[in-house]
Structure formats: structure tokens, C-alpha cells
């Protein structure tokens, strides 16, 4: 009988790929410097630490974001700072960001903060930073252009509601367990939903002025850093250019624990209505960070367990399009596009149960799962992303083989621990659940978040 070849973890590497960068000071702001083959362009990445800044400026913070560069200066038009990106770069991106720095002191672990940059070819690199420290330093102006950007942005997030309403689902259960999960969630979930969708057209003016003011933040008070992808022998041309960039800016250190959204005591049942026949459920429980020992552990488990008991079980019997359990800071259950609900839950709640059972799963299934983490650490990077998990978290060469070691050792009897550990039947029966979906599904007794 003719057997197809098939990969083992005798083929996978021992050791993680190490990407060689140096950091430097340029007029006082950390800077990252990544030797890449990118063609002769040159990829800036910066990020602005706004963890400390007014706590009412934080609701606008995705709003600056998604403004950024996108409205006219008390310089430029709109059309006018439009075009000279055209000419001169391949855009300007920004996104905000809240996540765990791993190379900061304890109690100093979390971020909130907008990431920006561009690119450029060489013979571009001086108009970039020219446009982008216009951006950074002229005050925005344009109401008009402003609402619309704002409503382009609520309409997406509207969208994404009813196609990936799992991720809200997500976000919401776990909103209960930790302040950076609050945060998250208050800042890009079902509750700022309902902030944008409040957005009337005579608040817009109000709006503009809290995004300036974040803008002045960045510009006076905020601590920035830097990383550059580009081919070495272009590294002076783009330093000189940094330098000219930052002399508007105040080099600063990290200022201590990030001001982040408080934890306070809400029902572990939330149903958010929508006009759906499906529903997206989530029950999430505490996780690890990534430094921790179980963290590797842990995402075997999540998928040995997606793989052989919950796609299965939700997917196969139940109907829904999909279902799993993701690994991190926090563990979330999930289902999507699920007809069900009673079923689904009760899935969730059996695995300490299905876990323990050693004929549930056998030790194929847990290289397997070994198998497909390593292939995701494997994944190729493109030249203008290298070494930027170091520049936005601390995540280490050594930390990511710490991980990968970890997910060779994982056993068995590991898997188990964790069970015990981390999924116990009081730690379930407690655990927040948020399910987003078909209002005539709601449980009696829930508490219900609507969104109208």
C-alpha cells in the first residue's frame, strides 16, 4: 500500500530564526535599525506611547487614528497633503494599539499607543519625513472631511459586526478579567460601537478638538521610538532625515503604569441582540502572557482541543461555520455563525472533562497540533516587517525560542496539568460569557446589551 510522506517533528528546526538589528540614539529617541533587501526602499515604522496621556482624551484615540493623515493642516488642503503622499511615498499608515511590552519593568507591562510610518525610495526619503512631520506637528483641521472618515469607519465596524461577530463576542466576554482587556474593548468593541453610532453631526467640532489635542500630546508629552527596514548603505541618509524629523519633538522615557480603563463587576451573561438568525458566542477564562512557562502549552492545547473536540462537536453536529479556542493573555472560546446556543455552551463547559479523558485524543493529535504552531513561527516575514515584533512588544530572540523549545517539550501529561490548571469546572461554570446574535434565542436570566 502506497503511503503519501508526511512531515514530523524530526523535520521541523530545533532552533528559531534570529533577524540581526541594533538600536542607536537619534537626538535622543530610541531607534531600531534593520538591515533588509527592500529594493532601495525605506520602511519607517514609529510609535507614539500615549499610555499617559488625559484619561478622556483615550475614547477618541482610534478616531485620531483613523484621521491620521487623512485631514487637512493650517498648511495643507486635505487634497493637497493627499497628493504630495502620492508623489513621494507609498502611503502613510497608522493604527492605535494597546498590547503587553515584554521588555519593560513589572507593572510597567502594558502600552496604549499609535503606530505610523511610510516608505519611500531613496530619492523620496527627505519629502516623507518632511509630509510626515507635518502630520505630526500642524494642527488638523476639516470637520467635514472629518465626519466623513468617522462614518466610513462606523459603517465598517458595522459590517464587521454582522461577519465576524465572533471577535466582538471575544472581546466582550473578556472585558470582565483584566484592565487592558476593559480598555480594548471600550476602545474597539460593541461599546465603542455604540459611542460612534451616538455621534451627532454638532459633535464633530468637539471631536476635531480632541483629536488635537491628542495631537499635541504626541507632539509635547509622549514618548517616541523608533525602526527603520531599509539596505544598510542607505542607514545615513535616513538617519539625517530622522533627525530633521524629531527637532519638533521632546525625547522622553516611559513614564510608568498606563492609565487603563478600570475592571468593574458586571453579569457573566451578556446577549447582545441583533437581527440575525446565527449567533456568535464566546466564554473566556484567564490565560498567560507570552513569557510565561504554560504559555506554549496552552496553545497546543487550544489546538488540540479546536481540532478534535470543538470544530466536531460545534462545527460537524452543531451547524455553525466554525469554532475553536484562542490561546494568549486570555483563553476564548468561540463559535461562529452558529445556529445554536444551549449546545454550543455545553460544549464549552464539557472540555476539562474531554481533556481528561486520555482515549479523546491521541499522541498524533498532540504533534499534530505541534506541527501546525510551528509551521504559523515558521511563516515568512516580509524584509519591511523583520525584527518589528522586538520594536513594538520586547519579544525577543531568546523569548521566541523559549517557546518554541517549549512546544517540542510540551507532553501528554502537560496537556492534562493545563487542564486541571487553567480549565477547573468552578473556573467555567464562573467564567463571563457574551453571545451576540438571534434575539429570540436570549437565555431567561441574561443581561442584555442592546445595541439600539
Excluded at 437581527?275 to 504559555?295: E, I
Excluded at 466536531?312 to 468561540?334: N, Q
Excluded at 520586547?394 to 525560542?401: K, N, S, Y
Amino acid at each position: 500500500r502506497e503511503v503519501l510522506p508526511k512531515m514530523t517533528l524530526n523535520d521541523m528546526e530545533r532552533e528559531s530564526k534570529k533577524v540581526p538589528f541594533y538600536n542607536s540614539d537619534v537626538k535622543g529617541f530610541d531607534t531600531q535599525w534593520n538591515a533588509q533587501a527592500t529594493n532601495e526602499l525605506t520602511f519607517l515604522h514609529g510609535f507614539a506611547d500615549l499610555s499617559h496621556m488625559p484619561a478622556e482624551l483615550f475614547k477618541y484615540l482610534p478616531l485620531f487614528s483613523v484621521s491620521f493623515g487623512g485631514l487637512g493642516t493650517e498648511k495643507y488642503t486635505y487634497s493637497e497633503l493627499s497628493q504630495r503622499k502620492q508623489n513621494y511615498t507609498g502611503g502613510v499608515s497608522s493604527k492605535w494599539t494597546i498590547h503587553n511590552h515584554f521588555g519593560h519593568a513589572e507593572g510597567e507591562l502594558e502600552e496604549i499607543g499609535i503606530q505610523f510610518g511610510s516608505s519611500a525610495l531613496e530619492r523620496n526619503i527627505q519629502p516623507m519625513f518632511e509630509i510626515l512631520k507635518d502630520i505630526c506637528t500642524l494642527e488638523p483641521q476639516g470637520v467635514d472631511q472629518l465626519k466623513s472618515l468617522v462614518q466610513n469607519f462606523t459603517r465598517g465596524m458595522e459590517d464587521r459586526l454582522m461577519s465576524s461577530g465572533h471577535s466582538f463576542a471575544m472581546s466582550y466576554a473578556a472585558r470582565n478579567l483584566s484592565e487592558l482587556n476593559r480598555t480594548s474593548e471600550e476602545l474597539s468593541g460593541v461599546s465603542y460601537l455604540k459611542f460612534l453610532q451616538s455621534i451627532k453631526d454638532e459633535d464633530y467640532p468637539t471631536i476635531l478638538g480632541k483629536i488635537i489635542e491628542i495631537s499635541n500630546y504626541m507632539k509635547e508629552s509622549a514618548p517616541l521610538r523608533f525602526a527603520v527596514n531599509v539596505d544598510e548603505k542607505l542607514f545615513p541618509k535616513v538617519q539625517e532625515g530622522l533627525a530633521d524629523f524629531t527637532t519638533d519633538f521632546s525625547a522622553r522615557s516611559s513614564q510608568g503604569k498606563a492609565n487603563l480603563v478600570q475592571t468593574a463587576k458586571e453579569s457573566n451573561k451578556i446577549f447582545i441582540p441583533l437581527q440575525s438568525g446565527v449567533n456568535y458566542c464566546s466564554l473566556a477564562l484567564p490565560g498567560v502572557r507570552k513569557d510565561h512557562k504554560d504559555y506554549a502549552k496552552l496553545q497546543v492545547l487550544s489546538l488540540l482541543l479546536s481540532y478534535n473536540y470543538l470544530h466536531p462537536v460545534i462545527r460537524e453536529k452543531g451547524g455553525a461555520y466554525g469554532a475553536g479556542l484562542r490561546s494568549g493573555s486570555t483563553l476564548k472560546f468561540y463559535s461562529f455563525r452558529d445556529p445554536g446556543l444551549d449546545g454550543t455552551l455545553e460544549a464549552f463547559y464539557g472540555t476539562p472533562k474531554w481533556l481528561r479523558d486520555a482515549n479523546n485524543y491521541s499522541d498524533a493529535d498532540i504533534e499534530e497540533a505541534k506541527l501546525s504552531l510551528l509551521g504559523s513561527l515558521d511563516a515568512p516575514v516580509v524584509p519591511s516587517r523583520r525584527g518589528i515584533s522586538f520594536f513594538t512588544q520586547g519579544i525577543t530572540d531568546e523569548l521566541r525560542q523559549q517557546v518554541r523549545d517549549s512546544i517540542f517539550a510540551t507532553t501528554r501529561d502537560d496537556i492534562v496539568q493545563m487542564a486541571d490548571t487553567y480549565f477547573d469546572n468552578n473556573r467555567m461554570v464562573d467564567a463571563p460569557v457574551a453571545v451576540i446574535g438571534n434575539s429570540e434565542q436570549i437565555p431567561e436570566g441574561w443581561e442584555v446589551n442592546s445595541l439600539e
